[in-house]
């Protein structure tokens, strides 16, 4: 593997870019940052890096064949960015795309980057606000010597083997899965495999949240007295991550939230979905593979985003017509 240093501009310097950009300086790699944000910049100057105060600066700071990473939002501001860049960059030079875009986009871009001898690379990120210390796992697409050329700055941004013992007798000696970092195939992959790890994402989540709810109300008035139990939620959450089947980082996450906030009070519970889940879904629908537990978890989100549906309006009234039900208060 490539251990060689590198020189990098970096776009966008957001929860997730601001703490990339550091990690990437920390591992000795030469990072020049922009942002829209002025002070974000001014931010990552003092923090060792460099600062660009245009696009245009920041472009011809860098030596050729110049490298270019882009954590920005999905959609229009990402769209805008790799046109500008389009147009100021050269032929041998790298866009890199580290948001969650979507990877029929990723397939366009590449084609139209490519026409100027543009190279174009999409990587998957995961490892949210934690991924300073803990590394990011990152899923790749574009050209395989591009990826290899682009190997120095995975392995600085990747956890690395540390703590995680790969599967005996099931990876390739020669794989970089171990490592956290994966060339998972062309122009569109990497985040295609970003989009379902998403999509798996919404559905774990939903299960963890659905458990300990029922967990919560374990001693509602509807049930029988000698069948009501008080649980500490924080304590449950603490013994499943110990040799349990169902521990996860994200139930590492739920521990520390309800040891922080057992009652959760300083949530409201309306829940909002980055695009990937629905991306998820649609390509299910697509690919006429039954995705129950996805699709589910994703109208949940949207079900929490409002206090009563129309839908649940009508499931009531139709109760009362031929039952006479009352609505429980």
Same mark, same amino acid.
């Given at each position: 593997m490539k251990s060689e240093l590198m020189q990098l501009?970096?776009?966008g310097l957001g929860r997730m870019g601001g703490n990339m950009t550091r990690r990437l300086h920390d591992a000795g790699h030469t990072v020049i940052a922009w942002d829209r944000n002025p002070d974000a910049v001014r931010s990552a100057s003092e923090a060792g890096l460099g600062g660009a105060a245009s696009l245009d600066e920041l472009v011809k700071a860098l030596q050729k064949p110049r490298v270019v990473w882009i954590m920005v939002p999905a959609g229009e501001p990402t769209e805008e960015t790799i046109n500008s860049l389009a147009a100021r960059l050269s032929s041998g030079d790298v866009v890199i795309d580290g948001g969650n875009t979507h990877f029929k986009d990723d397939v366009r871009r590449a084609r139209l980057l490519a026409a100027k001898g543009i190279e174009? !690379?999409? !990587?998957?990120?995961s490892g949210g606000v934690w991924g300073a210390k803990r590394g990011y796992c990152l899923m790749i697409g574009g050209s395989p010597n591009v990826v290899e050329r682009l190997t120095p700055l995975f392995r600085a941004l990747a956890p690395g083997r540390a703590g995680v013992a790969a599967t005996e007798g099931g990876v390739p000696s020669s794989s970089t899965a171990p490592e956290g970092y994966l060339h998972c195939g062309p122009a569109g992959a990497g985040h295609f495999v970003k989009m379902i790890h998403n999509g798996i994402e919404y559905g774990l989540m939903q299960a963890y949240a659905e458990g300990f709810d029922i967990l919560r109300n374990a001693d509602s008035a509807s049930l029988a007295p000698d069948h009501r139990y008080t649980f500490d939620l924080a304590e449950i959450a603490e013994v499943w991550r110990r040799g349990s089947v169902v521990s996860s980082w994200l139930l590492d996450l739920a521990a520390l939230a $309800?040891?922080?906030?057992p009652q959760l009070d300083r949530f409201t519970g309306s829940v909002g979905d980055s695009?990937?889940?629905?991306w998820t879904v649609a390509t299910a629908i697509?690919?006429?593979v039954a995705a129950d537990v996805l699709t589910t978890a994703l109208y949940k989100r949207f079900r929490s985003r409002r206090d009563h549906t129309f839908a649940e309006k009508l $499931?009531?009234?139709l109760r009362a017509?031929?039952?006479?039900? !009352?609505e429980p208060r």
């Open positions: 501009g970096f776009i174009y !690379v999409d !990587v998957g990120t $309800l040891r922080d906030d695009g990937e889940g629905r697509e690919e006429d $499931l009531s009234a017509q031929f039952g006479g039900h !009352v």
